[in-house]
C-alpha cells in the first residue's frame, strides 16, 4: 500500500475566460508538475473526492456525501462525459467499510457528476475512465452543510480501507477555495428556480447553455469590479492551505459554515473535499507537502490553490 495526494482547484471557466497576462501559462506549467506527479507515483487505483453544482445532486434528496458504485460526467463546460471507471465490487466493500465505522454512507450506482469531480482528473489523468477510480461525491453548495468534523471521519474511514489495500492510491480533492459563483440556492431563489433545484436534471442542450454563459459572464464582470458577488480572500485560503499541510485534520474541524460562508463565499465549502481527502492520506501516516501553488484568479472566480503530498514512507 502507498498513498498520494492531489488538492486543487477547478473552474468550469477555464476554457472560456482569459486571465491577466502570464497566468494561463502559470497554471499551464502547474498543471505539467501534477501530470509529472501522477506519472511517477503511476496509481493502480484513484479515489477522487469532489462536489457536484445541481447538475447531478439535487434538493428531491441531498446526502452530504455518497459513495458512487457507479458514475457519469455529465459534460457540462466541455468536460469529458461518459463513464468513470469504478470497480463495483472494490468500491461496495468501502461503502460496507465506511458505514462499520459509523459513517452513514449514502450510495449510488447511478450517479452523474458534474465539472466539480470531472474537471480535475480529467485534466491529470488523462480521462476519467483512465484508472479504477472511486468516486466520492462530498456535498459543497447545498446548505444545510454538517459538521467539518463528519468530514474528516469520513475522510479518515475511507483512509483506513486504503491502507489495507495492496495498491498505489491517488487520492484526489477537487475544489475550492474562496469563491462565490452565481450558483443558485435555495434561500433567495423564486418558485421557478426552486423547481430547478429540486427536478433539474438533464436540462436541454439550450438551458444549460444558458446557464453556462451566465457563469461566464459574472465572471468577466467580476474581473472588471462589477459582478455583485462575494470577493475572493487569499488570506482565508492560505490560512486554508496552512492547515492542510500541518499534518493535523483535527484542526479542520474548528471551520464553521456560516463564518466560511461569510468570508470566503457561498462556494467555499468545496474544501470539504480537500478535508476529506486529506484525512484520508493521515492515515497512511506522517505526509510531506511536495508543492503548494495559490493565486487569487477573478477572471476564473476562483481563488486557485493547489497542495500535493506523499506519506513519509514515500520518500
Wanted: net charge negative.
Amino acid at each position: 500500500m502507498s498513498l498520494a495526494l492531489i488538492c486543487l482547484s477547478h473552474t468550469p471557466l477555464m476554457g472560456f475566460t482569459e486571465p491577466a497576462p502570464g497566468v494561463r501559462a502559470e497554471v499551464e506549467a502547474l498543471l505539467d508538475r501534477l501530470r509529472g506527479f501522477v506519472a511517477e507515483f503511476d496509481p493502480t487505483l484513484v479515489v477522487s473526492f469532489g462536489p457536484d453544482h445541481y447538475n447531478g445532486f439535487f434538493y428531491d434528496l441531498m446526502p452530504p456525501f455518497c459513495l458512487c458504485l457507479g458514475a457519469r460526467g455529465v459534460g457540462d463546460f466541455d468536460t469529458q462525459e461518459g463513464d468513470f471507471q469504478v470497480p463495483e465490487e472494490l468500491a461496495s466493500q468501502l461503502a460496507q467499510h465506511v458505514a462499520d465505522r459509523g459513517v452513514d454512507i449514502a450510495i449510488s450506482r447511478a450517479a452523474e457528476l458534474d465539472h466539480g469531480a470531472v474537471q480535475v482528473p480529467e485534466l491529470l489523468l488523462g480521462g476519467i475512465d483512465r484508472f479504477p477510480t472511486l468516486p466520492v461525491f462530498v456535498n459543497g453548495v447545498a446548505p444545510p452543510f454538517v459538521p467539518m468534523q463528519r468530514i474528516r471521519l469520513l475522510g479518515e474511514a475511507v483512509g483506513d480501507f486504503l491502507v489495507g489495500l495492496d495498491e498505489r492510491v491517488l487520492v484526489i480533492g477537487s475544489g475550492g477555495l474562496s469563491h462565490d459563483p452565481p450558483v443558485p440556492r435555495w434561500a433567495s431563489d423564486t418558485p421557478q428556480q426552486h423547481e430547478f433545484l429540486l427536478r433539474g436534471r438533464h436540462p436541454t442542450a439550450q438551458a444549460r447553455q444558458t446557464r453556462q454563459q451566465r457563469t461566464i459572464d459574472t465572471g468577466l464582470a467580476f474581473a472588471r469590479g462589477e459582478a455583485e458577488i462575494a470577493d475572493l480572500n487569499p488570506d482565508w485560503d492560505n490560512a486554508f492551505l496552512d492547515v492542510c499541510a500541518s499534518g493535523d485534520p483535527g484542526r479542520f474541524d474548528a471551520y464553521r459554515a456560516d463564518e466560511m460562508t461569510e468570508v470566503a463565499g457561498n462556494s467555499a465549502h468545496e474544501v470539504r473535499s480537500w478535508v476529506a481527502a486529506f484525512s484520508a492520506l493521515r492515515r497512511a501516516g506522517a505526509y510531506r507537502v511536495v508543492d503548494r501553488y495559490y493565486r487569487a484568479i477573478p477572471e476564473w472566480i476562483a481563488g486557485f490553490g493547489c497542495l500535493t503530498a506523499t506519506t513519509e514512507s514515500e520518500e
